[in-house]
């Protein structure tokens, strides 16, 4: 039972998905002093959400491999050229064709693109059947890197270097979304292993993918809940924003896809970075607009992240496709010799 209805929920996840876009968008414009006076409560629920989001994946999250992965740094490397490199450019590129006349979307759009590390990246990875540990430890040093990274983008994007960046808002992100549920998970792992062996927690896995696929859709009807009195009235430049994320993600699935094959990086190694090095922390992102500078800044880390989770979606959806190109058959032209 509980397998039939992971793989309902799997197979079905881009529809399920935005029936949860509708109903949180809905409720929100039905509802609008609702919504200006719950943010606070709205806030408190969407880190709840995200934490049992992450945590039943990291159930299935084995530490002791955790270990070897230090032995192989070619991964995390990889994720840091895209998160710091790669992103930052076409980032800048994209600014430059579609908002010079906006610059403070500009600046927003810049904002949220130099600060990886979303939270559902590891939820992604989970059902995607990635490596989940080299996800949390690309995950950990992302978080690191970016508080030392931000004031040189800042600088570069025409900032001053003192630009506010809220170490305690990282450092709180990485406790309740990583390392806590890091912690727990294996905790609870071990917990079952011991009490029902290792077939009786065979048995109740599909049970976690379930928990991590319907906190994804609650977190998703929250942040359209949350925005949908400001997304109306911007919806033009949603529209924009929407174009130019669809080019992001367009620009840069393929091309991770293809260099992490090219690199001699596994399916799972590949998952494990994939989302991560594509997915944006739109908290983080937030605060420092809000802190630094105007609130227009701050609409384009507002509204990103939800176009990026349809997208990011979709690439889950595409896993088993996206698989069989690292899967050579045993009678490929390429394997025979003469």
Known sequence: ?????????????????????????????????????????????????????????????????????????KPIVLSLVYNFILTPLISWVLAR???????????????????????????????????????AVALGVTFVIVPFAMPVFMHFLGSAYNVPVPIKSLLTTILLVLILPMILGDLTRRLIVKRSGKEGFDRIQPLFSIVTILGLLLIVTLIFFSKSPGLAKQWRM???????????????????????????LSYEQ?????FLSTGKNNG????????????????????????????????????????????VPANSPREVTR
């Open 97 to 135: 064709l579609f908002f010079q006349n906006h610059p403070e979307i500009a600046l927003g759009f810049w904002l949220v693109m130099l600060i990886p590390g979303s939270s559902m990246s590891l939820g992604y990875t989970g059902l995607t059947k990635g490596d989940l540990g080299l996800g």
């Open 1 to 73: 039972m509980l397998q039939l209805v992971a793989k309902n929920l799997k197979n079905n996840l881009l529809w399920y998905s935005l029936g949860a876009i509708a109903l949180g968008w809905g409720l929100g414009l039905l509802a609008p002093s609702a919504v200006a006076g719950s943010q606070k409560a709205i806030g408190v629920a969407s880190t709840i959400v995200v934490f049992f989001m992450i945590y039943p994946m990291m159930i299935n999250l084995d530490l002791t491999k955790l270990g070897g992965i230090a032995k192989s740094p």
């Open 270 to 274: 590949h998952m494990g970075i994939a």
């Open 284 to 327: 983080t992102a937030i605060a420092i607009a809000v802190m630094a500078f105007s609130p227009l800044v701050a609409i384009p880390a507002a509204t990103l992240p939800l176009f990026q989770i349809i997208f990011s979606i979709l690439y889950v959806q595409l896993a088993p496709r996206i698989r069989r190109l690292w899967e």
């Open 238 to 264: 949603l529209l924009l924003l929407a174009v130019v994320t669809f080019l992001y993600l367009a620009i840069m699935f393929p091309l991770l896809t293809l260099a992490d094959k090219a690199f001699g």
